[in-house]
Structures are given as C-alpha cells and as structure tokens.
C-alpha cells in the first residue's frame, strides 16, 4: 500500500493501468480545518480513506473504489446545537470521458440502481484527495438534528412552513360559495 498523509493526492491518469493500486489517506490538520469551513461544519476530528484505483481500459475510464472513515460535528438544523455524527462509508467512482458522461447522461444511467456513479473526467488528473473529500459532502447527514429537537410550528408564533401557500386563495373557495347559494 503507498501511504500518502493528506488530501493533495492527485495521480495521471495516463499513468493508471489495470493493475489495482491502494492508497491510504489521512486529512492533516490544515485540510480538515479547511474543509470545516468548506462544508460548514462546526468541527472535523479525523477524516481518512481506503482508495484503490485502476484502469477499466474496456470504458477508457478510471475506477475509484475505497472507504472513507469521518468522525464530525455539524449545527442542528433547528437548535445549532453540535450534534456529532460518524461517517463509516464505501464508495466506488467511475470516471469517464466528458462524452461518455453526456450520453450516460442521456440514457439517464444515473437512474439506475445497479449502474456505477460516475463522474466526468476533464483532463489528465484524477484528483484523489478532493474526490474524497466530495464523497464525504455527500455522505455525512444532509439535515442534522439534536436529540429531541422537533420543529415546533404553531399558529401563535405566527411561523408557517411555507407561508407563500398560506397567501394564495383557495381554488376550491368559489365553488363552495356556489353550493351555499343553491
């Protein structure tokens, strides 16, 4: 396994083959202090990934596939109270040409459950590091709650979810004026 200690790590693709290669990562302090405020968070106490990489020369593509490890604080939704969470996730990435991402695009592949994620590749470098730190953006909780914290919306406080709705006139008001008058 090459070990490498942070998110920089950025390989050729022109220099991957079919050969399955590993790479360990771990985010110094620097980057996780970076990606805190990247991704909001209130604090990012270890964050490390398990990626091997290889050539699917069949696709002309890359294939990412590993396991990321987090270990975080983000803001309640309601409260933003820190409520600490555990990130424990694999992951596997295919990279492809920017055509044949078009037209995975428009054959909707994305809809299908059992074909891979992909991603365009611009260029010749396949940067490791930020595809990892992307997979944590999207791994760890989207909306997250404190404890017992519940949305607490009642008429008194004069809050609506969503007051656009509330203003708009009932479609259905003139017809039971209607039914009243007959």
């Not at 022109?14 to 996780?32: G, L, P, Q, R, V």
């Amino acid at each position: 396994m090459t070990k490498t200690n942070n998110l920089t790590l950025s390989l050729k693709a022109s220099e991957i083959d079919s050969n399955e290669k590993s790479y360990a990562i771990e985010a110094t302090d620097d980057e996780k202090s970076i990606l805190v405020e990247r991704f909001n968070l209130v604090s990012l106490s270890a964050f490390s990934a398990e990626v091997t990489v290889k050539s699917k020369a069949d696709m002309d593509a890359v294939l990412l596939e590993g396991h990321i490890d987090a270990e975080l604080e983000q803001a309640c939704t309601i409260s933003l109270k820190p409520v600490a969470e555990t990130v424990s996730e694999n992951f596997s990435l295919l990279l492809v040409s920017p055509e044949m991402a078009n037209s995975m695009d428009e054959d909707e592949a994305y809809l299908d459950v059992d074909a891979p994620d992909y991603d365009a590749l611009e260029g010749d470098i396949v940067e490791v590091g930020e595809l990892v730190a992307q997979t944590l953006a999207i791994s760890m909780n989207q909306y997250p709650r404190a404890e017992g914290v519940e949305l607490n919306v009642s008429a008194s406080a004069n809050v609506s979810v969503n007051e656009v709705e509330l203003e708009k006139p009932n479609p259905f008001a003139a017809l039971g004026k209607l039914k009243d008058q007959s």
